[in-house]
């Protein structure tokens, strides 16, 4: 059902994963996932290593945060990250790069897990994995199917359908043995026996050896899919994969399905079978001005301006610098921000590219409601939000919305369709919560 | 100085004027045959048309609206070259102005301008006209291939008044058909009518070429010619002596026309697919009825009116399917 095709723009796509090493001073945000914010475990001051633990998630949706590199706390404040908003984090000045004792950084591949279901999931608690696809989602509450619920599939997320994004692609290319064994450590913990990795025509290398490895690795299947934009939203994913809807309001469970990403595979298999905590991770830096598109492992917490430089420098003619793909990224004002563990790319856009298109009357074409993945009419909510009729806005189901921007990439008119329809779902949400107390 | 904007940071190369200088781009073929049998006449009341359309959007909203200049965004081109075709080719061109007028001043500029309004401007205009000037309206000339004469041109019946009259007069269909020209003539549009109703082949190679581009989608052009042929088949085959059979009405008046540009403007047709396919089958019942019970030869005017007037309905009530509503457990 709907979807788009913008242009791919993949540059980066044939560029192997670099490391970057440490910049002089981190910034490591509490509140990087979905949920509650971390609660600080170090003091202004403390000597910390790479890899220790220096925030704890207490509450149930909520992650640990680690240090990702070595060095002093020099202050414990608000900083304002990637969204914008100052939130409370930790700042590190870098000292040498010690790390953790017990954390394995050797590249050896390690197979057999002998943890029970239970052992995994607190394992990946213990070392903060997030839902690495940009949602962020504490991994360790996807490990603990509900009561009543039953889990028939793990579902894998090798869709990237945000063009320029090539993070996960390298990673199944160079990491793809790693990430089976992650996957196959997820259906453990599940209790699984079917895991299906989902995979765009667009990749084709990656398609052909992550199915190569899978033939080692009883239940796990690998599918091609339509090169579709949102193909990798969760929900479009399992109706390509399995057809099933999950229902409206819903969670994936509801069918039966878990889904996590490549990216999330691989923090799970560091994290079990390496005791290494989620302290780096694979960023795409890209755009058509761009010096080097490259493909970096960096640490958490690095600024965004230090990755550009790596990639030959802010252009002369960059307009717009977007955290993430450029159909769901942020756009941001500031590149001193740091990496969290839902970027999943730094894109730079020249002036050039950096436009809304000039508004126009609406013509009624229908392209929005015909391309709507969820099957909603766009150019109706837009109205309804902008003219607060909330009530409305919710029957015609404005909170299944997703917010994928496929509608105001369509639109003839420019009209900034997803615009009205954020501060609707923003007022609905709230009318909401009131009506439930 | 980095620019901030919401998501999504990609935008589609499709603009307004774009799908509306496509959909002027796929009238040409017609237009050029339209103009190949009507001759010079053709040409200056197509010119007249056009003009006048962007001619008064242009003073309502300078003078009036006083709103963005539109005039360029090609859908006035569109309601002119419209407007034209749906009227005979002999049509005296002050009363073009006049049905330009109406087109844009009533049909389209009174609710907003564009997208804003409930009828197609071009049908407003041709029915003001038809009602007004029924005599003028209803003089077609022959077709004369490559004709430059302006005034005195021979005049005849459209096929559809041809049906009408052999109706009225309870003549049998096969005496009808034989004063009308053959399947091949009416399909490539050598025939007396409107001038841009005529050449059912090359609008639909036009058609085609909308569909094509993604300017229209297939849903209310497949359900309006394919009820109109469907519903004509009911009564042709019930009594073969007396109706004519659905090619025959595919090929005459303005189904085809209708079908293809007017039925499908965006602003006064349903917005999801399953109403697109009901107001589809709606206006070829109308057509059909009008046709063989009405007092008009031609119905496809009146039928899209009067199914316009039903959309903001037809939108409420058929929604797109929505991702995750219903479940239907198997």
Redesign the interface.
């Known amino acids: 059902?709907g979807g788009?095709h913008?242009?791919e723009k993949k540059f980066a796509e044939k560029q192997s994963i670099e490391r970057l090493d440490p910049p002089k001073m981190v910034v490591i945000p509490l509140s990087q996932h979905l949920g509650v914010p971390a609660v600080p475990v170090v003091e202004k001051g403390d000597q910390v290593r790479c890899g220790q633990l220096i925030a704890k998630g207490e509450a149930f949706i909520s992650a640990h945060i680690h240090a990702s590199v070595s060095g002093k706390v020099v202050k414990i404040d608000q900083v304002t990250d990637t969204s914008?908003y100052r939130k409370m984090s930790v700042v590190i000045q870098v000292e040498g790069d010690e790390w953790e004792d017990g954390i394995d950084r050797d590249e050896t591949l390690i197979k057999e897990c002998s943890l029970d279901a239970g052992e995994i999931a607190r394992k990946i608690q213990e070392m903060g994995v997030v839902g690495m696809g940009g949602a962020t989602f504490p991994s360790h509450v996807k490990m603990m199917v509900p009561k009543g619920k039953k889990a028939t599939h793990l579902i894998i997320n090798g869709v990237e359908c945000e063009?320029c994004l090539t993070a996960d692609h390298r990673l199944m290319i160079e990491k793809g043995e790693e990430i089976m064994v992650g996957i196959t450590i997820q259906m453990k913990a599940l209790g699984v026996d079917k895991a299906i990795i989902g995979i765009e025509n667009n990749k084709p290398d990656a398609l052909a050896h992550m199915k190569k490895l899978a033939k080692n690795y009883p239940g796990i299947s690998v599918e091609a899919l339509k090169v579709k934009y949102p193909q990798g939203a969760e929900?479009q994913l399992i109706?390509a994969l399995l057809n099933r809807?999950?229902?409206?309001?819903?969670l994936p469970i509801e069918v039966g399905c878990v889904v996590h990403n490549v990216g999330t595979a691989f923090a799970v298999y560091e994290a079990v079978q390496k005791n290494k905590p989620l302290v780096e991770r694979v960023v795409t830096v890209s755009g058509s001005s761009v010096g080097k598109p490259s493909n970096f492992l960096v640490r958490i917490g690095t600024p965004v301006s230090a990755l550009i430089d790596a990639a030959g420098g802010l252009p002369d003619d960059?307009?717009?610098?977007?955290n993430?793909g450029?159909?769901?990224?942020?756009?941001?004002?500031d590149?001193e921000v740091p990496v969290t563990k839902g970027t999943s790319g730094i894109?730079v856009?020249t002036k050039k590219?950096?436009?809304?298109?000039q508004e126009?009357?609406?013509?009624?074409?229908?392209?929005c409601?015909?391309i709507?993945?969820?099957?909603?009419?766009p150019?109706l909510l837009a109205v309804l939000a902008d003219k607060k009729r909330l009530e409305e806005c919710e029957d015609e189901?404005i909170m299944?919305c997703m917010?994928c921007?496929?509608c105001?990439?369509?639109?003839?008119?420019?009209k900034?369709l997803?615009?009205h329809i954020?501060v609707g779902k923003n007022r609905v949400g709230k009318m909401i919560r009131e009506r439930n107390g | 100085m980095?620019?901030?904007?919401?998501?999504?940071?990609?935008?589609?190369t499709?603009?307004?004027s774009?799908?509306m200088y496509g959909v002027v781009f796929s009238l040409l073929p017609a237009m050029v045959v339209s103009f190949i049998f009507f001759g010079l006449a053709a040409v200056l009341l197509t010119l007249t048309a056009v003009a006048s359309c962007m001619a008064f959007e242009f003073l309502i909203q300078k003078y009036l609206i006083r709103g963005p200049m539109?005039i360029f965004?090609g859908?006035a081109i569109i309601t002119g070259i419209l407007l034209a075709f749906n009227v005979p080719s002999n049509l005296p061109l002050g009363l073009m102005v006049i049905g330009a007028a109406v087109a844009i001043g009533m049909g389209k500029m009174t609710f907003?301008?564009?997208?804003?309004n409930p009828f197609n401007p071009a049908l407003v205009g041709r029915v003001f006209l038809m009602i007004s000037f029924p005599v003028q309206m209803t003089t077609y000339p022959e077709p004369s291939v490559l004709s430059t004469q302006l005034t005195d041109v021979v005049t005849g019946p459209t096929p559809l008044t041809l049906l009408k009259g052999g109706i009225a007069r309870g003549q049998e269909i096969s005496e009808v058909m034989s004063q009308m020209p053959g399947y091949t003539d009416l399909m490539f549009g050598n025939m007396g009518g409107s001038m841009g109703e005529v050449s059912a082949i090359f609008l639909l190679l036009g058609g085609i070429y909308m569909l094509v581009r993604k300017i229209i989608?297939w849903h209310i052009p497949l359900a309006y010619l394919g009820s109109s042929a469907l519903f004509s088949a009911v009564f042709w085959l019930i009594s073969p002596d007396v109706y004519p059979d659905p090619v025959f009405h595919l090929l005459t008046g303005g189904l085809m026309l209708g079908a293809l540009y007017m039925a499908t403007d965006?602003?006064t047709s349903p917005?999801?697919?399953k109403g697109m396919i009901v107001f589809g089958v709606g206006c070829g019942l109308l057509t059909i009825i009008i046709r063989l019970f009405g007092a008009y030869p031609e119905g496809v005017a009146f039928s899209i009116l009067i199914m316009n007037a039903f959309v903001p309905l037809i939108n409420r009530g058929l929604?797109?399917?929505?991702?995750?509503?219903e479940?239907k457990n198997g």
Not at chain 1, 245 to 250: H, R
Not at chain 2, 2 to 12: A, E, K, Q, R, Y
Not at chain 2, 319 to 325: L, N, Q, V
């Open positions: 059902m788009v913008p242009p914008g063009p929900k109706k809807e999950v229902p409206s309001g819903k960059a307009g717009k610098v977007i993430g450029p159909m769901m990224g942020k756009a941001l004002n590149l894109l856009f590219e950096s436009f809304r298109p126009q009357l609406c013509i009624r074409c229908a392209r409601l015909t709507c993945p969820m099957g909603l009419e150019y189901g299944d917010e921007g496929s105001l990439y369509i639109c003839p008119s420019g900034p997803l615009d954020r | 980095l620019t901030v904007s919401g998501s999504p940071h990609f935008h589609s499709q603009s307004v774009k799908i539109t965004d859908s907003g301008g564009l997208g804003k989608t965006y602003a917005m999801a697919p929604k797109p399917k929505r991702f995750g509503e479940q």
